[in-house]
């Protein structure tokens, strides 16, 4: 067996959001997690990932552009349906910005027990850092509803991780 390289020993932070690179294969992601709750009545997990795009974003004209990757899982014994999203979503001069809407990336995905659904969206800030968080509104199959907490994540340039 060889030694390990400095650079594979070396670990960088690529993003602010939570992604760090070991070496060239290898990235490690920490969960941005928020469970509704340990009962039986809500168990869909929500795993939030987010990044900057400056592809996408235009410094001089105040645009920065974010993703981020959601997945949901229904951990529970029941199937439920995602029924809306409500977003708060906050710059760095702490302007707030509130939108709600039906299903996410028009879906309104049914989840059986043990099921996951990704998706990807996108958000813009006149901030270089900012934050978001929210709510999804389901309905179990008997027509009981609930509401699943999407954890705080923030939106942040690579730059200011340091």
Not at 58 to 73: G, L, Q, R
Not at 76 to 99: C, F, N
């Amino acid at each position: 067996m060889g030694h390990a390289s400095d650079f594979e020993n070396e670990i960088r932070i690529e993003t602010v959001t939570g992604i760090f690179r070991e070496n060239a294969n290898r990235i490690r992601e920490p969960d941005y997690t928020a469970m509704s709750s340990k009962t039986s009545t809500q168990p869909i997990q929500v795993k939030v990932r987010s990044q900057y795009i400056p592809q996408r974003s235009k410094p001089n004209s105040e645009v920065y552009f974010f993703a981020y990757t959601i997945t949901i899982t229904n951990t529970g014994e029941a199937a439920a349906k995602l029924i809306s999203r409500h977003w708060y979503i906050t710059d760095a001069y702490d302007q707030a910005e509130e939108i709600q809407g039906d299903g996410v990336v028009g879906e309104q995905p049914h989840l059986l027990p043990g099921e996951s659904f990704e998706y990807t969206s996108f958000c813009p800030l006149k901030t270089q850092y900012g934050t978001m968080r929210g709510f999804y509104h389901f309905i179990y199959d008997d027509g009981a509803s609930f509401e699943v907490p999407i954890p705080e994540f923030p939106l942040l340039i690579p730059a200011l991780a340091n």
